[in-house]
């Protein structure tokens, strides 16, 4: 009962302090609420049109598909907003299991990749920009992982144990390629892990904007192998005191943000193998 009041105080407390303070902007209202969806984390008609092109086509034998793919991304984008458990998936999406089926099966063939891949292309022309970026900013990120397991390292910088998002993104934010490692790699070992796979798909990208953590000859030594690479340390001045917006740096920060509102990803929880997957064994 004493749990249900101080719940109830601090629903009451957060209420009056939304009602002070605008947590959202009428652009991220719009966007994040989506007005008219089933749930917010629908794809609308729209998106489903630009991803449609990229999704894989029915089998020519064998049984004939009765899942449709929509419902599954649609489902799949679900529990990345809302953080909720395979098992606990409502019931008007696909069988969890198929969902579940689905999702590491694109994860596996790098179906994920290839629509992120097309979306910016499809973004940066709809902008009147070169398709290819020339030029990108770079940051990792440390979340905190459960006790099911799976890889995972100590981040004695943040005091996180984990694993570690590393991210780049093109100028303006949008995604260009990640990368998932134990969060005890250093950002500068890090760094080369989502270069080595990026570096084919955008020729012309080449430039980096970085914090001082990737500072020093041994990452650009390590780029070498991939092409003709250059860092510009984005440094904080020494006298700056509090808060300060840092150029270009603050772009993937943004991006950093944006990932985080999916409440999935506020901590990992997953610890599947393929092992586990037979024996019937799913972790959620």
Same mark, same amino acid.
């Given at each position: 009962?004493?749990?249900?009041?101080?719940?109830?105080?601090?629903?009451?407390?957060?209420?009056?302090?939304?009602?002070?303070?605008?947590?959202?902007?009428?652009?991220?209202?719009?966007?994040?609420?989506?007005?008219?969806?089933?749930?917010?984390?629908?794809?609308?008609?729209?998106?489903?049109?630009?991803?449609?092109?990229?999704?894989?086509?029915?089998?020519?034998?064998?049984?004939?598909?009765?899942?449709?793919?929509?419902?599954?991304?649609?489902?799949?984008?679900?529990?990345?907003?809302?953080?909720?458990?395979?098992?606990?998936?409502?019931?008007?999406?696909?069988?969890?299991?198929?969902?579940?089926?689905?999702?590491?099966?694109?994860?596996?063939?790098?179906?994920?990749?290839?629509?992120?891949?097309?979306?910016?292309?499809?973004?940066?022309?709809?902008?009147?920009?070169?398709?290819?970026?020339?030029?990108?900013?770079?940051?990792?990120?440390? !979340?905190?992982? #459960?006790?099911?397991?799976?890889? @995972?390292?100590?981040?004695? *910088? +943040?005091?996180?144990?984990?694993?570690? &998002?590393?991210?780049?993104?093109?100028?303006?934010?949008?995604?260009?390629?990640?990368?998932?490692?134990?969060?005890?790699?250093?950002?500068?070992?890090?760094?080369?892990?989502?270069?080595?796979?990026?570096?084919?798909?955008?020729?012309?990208?080449?430039?980096?904007?970085?914090?001082?953590?990737?500072?020093?000859?041994?990452?650009?030594?390590?780029?070498?192998?991939?092409?003709?690479?250059?860092?510009?340390?984005?440094?904080?001045?020494?006298?700056?005191?509090?808060?300060?917006?840092?150029?270009?740096?603050?772009? !993937?920060?943004? #991006?950093?943000?944006?990932?985080? @509102?999916?409440?999935?990803? *506020? +901590?990992?929880?997953?610890?599947?193998? &393929?092992?586990?997957?037979?024996?019937?064994?799913?972790?959620?």
């Amino acid at each position: 009962m004493n749990l249900v009041i101080s719940v109830s105080c601090d629903m009451m407390v957060v209420a009056k302090q939304s009602s002070r303070h605008k947590m959202w902007t009428e652009i991220t209202r719009r966007k994040y609420e989506r007005e008219g969806q089933r749930y917010a984390s629908d794809l609308t008609d729209a998106e489903s049109a630009l991803i449609e092109p990229q999704m894989p086509a029915a089998k020519r034998l064998g049984r004939p598909r009765a899942t449709e793919l929509r419902a599954v991304l649609d489902a799949i984008l679900y529990i990345a907003r809302t953080g909720c458990q395979w098992r606990m998936l409502p019931k008007d999406f696909p069988p969890f299991t198929t969902v579940q089926g689905y999702f590491y099966d694109w994860r596996d063939n790098g179906l994920f990749e290839t629509i992120i891949f097309h979306l910016l292309l499809q973004a940066r022309e709809a902008a009147s920009r070169e398709a290819s970026p020339s030029a990108g900013v770079i940051d990792s990120q440390s !979340v905190k992982t #459960t006790e099911s397991g799976g890889p @995972r390292g100590y981040d004695a *910088a +943040k005091k996180i144990k984990g694993r570690k &998002r590393h991210i780049v993104t093109d100028t303006a934010g949008l995604l260009v390629g990640a990368e998932v490692h134990p969060a005890d790699i250093q950002d500068r070992d890090g760094a080369v892990l989502v270069i080595e796979a990026i570096h084919q798909l955008f020729p012309w990208l080449r430039h980096l904007f970085a914090d001082s953590v990737y500072n020093g000859p041994n990452l650009s030594d390590a780029l070498a192998k991939f092409g003709n690479w250059t860092i510009e340390i984005v440094k904080r001045a020494a006298d700056a005191t509090g808060f300060k917006l840092l150029p270009r740096r603050w772009i !993937v920060e943004r #991006t950093l943000a944006w990932l985080n @509102r999916n409440r999935r990803l *506020a +901590k990992d929880f997953e610890a599947f193998d &393929r092992e586990r997957q037979s024996l019937g064994l799913h972790c959620l």
